[in-house]
């Protein structure tokens, strides 16, 4: 490959996305990472998809972005989310004289609401305080990154620059792969003994022409990367039967 065009410092959601993108537009980029992958403000987020509701009034702006990645992400990552939508709840006098606002700044902002009747949000969330005087429907959802772990290796094995795709069952390790040659299946049941329940894995595996300490990828392997891509793209959408 030759010199990287671009180069990403930070592995979180802004560097990874970032690095994802420059590589579906054909860039050369090179992504460095301090510590881990995720390792930052990423690995702790709450996984709350934001409608922008919560903008909405304060900071229209930020609202406005909000909602239009809430629906990006619903259409490139189906099944990632939980829909469970979102709820603003009135408790005080001083909440009621916001609602009329609230609710304006919801619309300017293109975000859909729905005014419910307390029972009806008793009724969705039982844990609400009864007391609640109002409350409105917005769409947020909810992510969780761990309902698909997509792995990608390069395997010894193989004509390089072949790809393979598999799924992962967990399976015990046997005692001479407990080291840094841990396989994923390994992995997998490493994670249902300490969770009691494993992810689904994928493996995306590509042969690799060359071991060697390069800062290149070999010749098979850098035309295998649009093949790479559209496979791990492939099995986010859960295009392909894997
Ligand atoms: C408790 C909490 C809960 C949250 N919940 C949500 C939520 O539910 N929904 C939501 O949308 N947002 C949520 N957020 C916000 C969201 O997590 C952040 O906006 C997002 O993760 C920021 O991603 P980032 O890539 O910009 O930063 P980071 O994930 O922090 O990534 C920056 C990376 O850069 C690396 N780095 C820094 N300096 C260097 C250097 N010099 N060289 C190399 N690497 C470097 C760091 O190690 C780090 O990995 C939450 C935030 C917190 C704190």
Redesign the pocket.
């Known amino acids: 490959m030759d010199a990287p065009q671009v180069i990403v ?8 996305a970032l690095a994802h993108d420059l590589v579906l537009r054909g860039l050369a980029m090179t992504l ?4 881990e ?14 409608s922008g509701g919560r903008y909405a009034v304060n900071d229209p702006e930020s609202a406005v972005e909000c909602i239009a990645e809430n629906r990006i992400l619903r259409r490139i990552a189906p099944g990632s989310f939980e829909e469970n939508g979102g709820l603003f709840v009135a408790l005080t006098d001083e909440d009621m004289e916001y609602l009329p606002r609230f609710l304006a700044g919801c619309a300017a902002c293109g975000i859909p609401t729905r005014e419910l009747t307390v029972d009806q949000a008793l009724s969705l969330e039982p844990g609400l305080n009864p007391a609640l005087k109002a409350a409105v429907w917005v769409p947020d959802a909810t992510m969780d990154a761990m309902r698909l772990v997509v792995l990608i290796d390069a395997s010894l094995r193989g004509e390089p620059g072949s790809l393979s795709v598999r799924r992962v069952e967990p399976h015990p390790a046997t005692p001479a792969t407990w080291s840094h040659h841990l396989d994923p299946e390994a992995l997998a049941d490493l994670a249902e003994a300490l969770y009691g329940a494993a992810p689904p894995m994928v493996l995306v595996s590509v042969a690799a022409g060359s071991f060697a300490r390069d800062d290149r990828l070999s010749v098979p392997l850098r035309r295998a990367l649009p093949e790479v891509v559209e496979a791990v793209a492939g099995v986010i959408t859960g295009r392909p039967s894997v």
């Open positions: 410092v930070g592995g979180g959601g802004t560097g990874g460095l990472e301090r510590g992958l995720t390792s930052g403000t990423t690995g702790r987020h709450h996984g709350l998809l934001h």
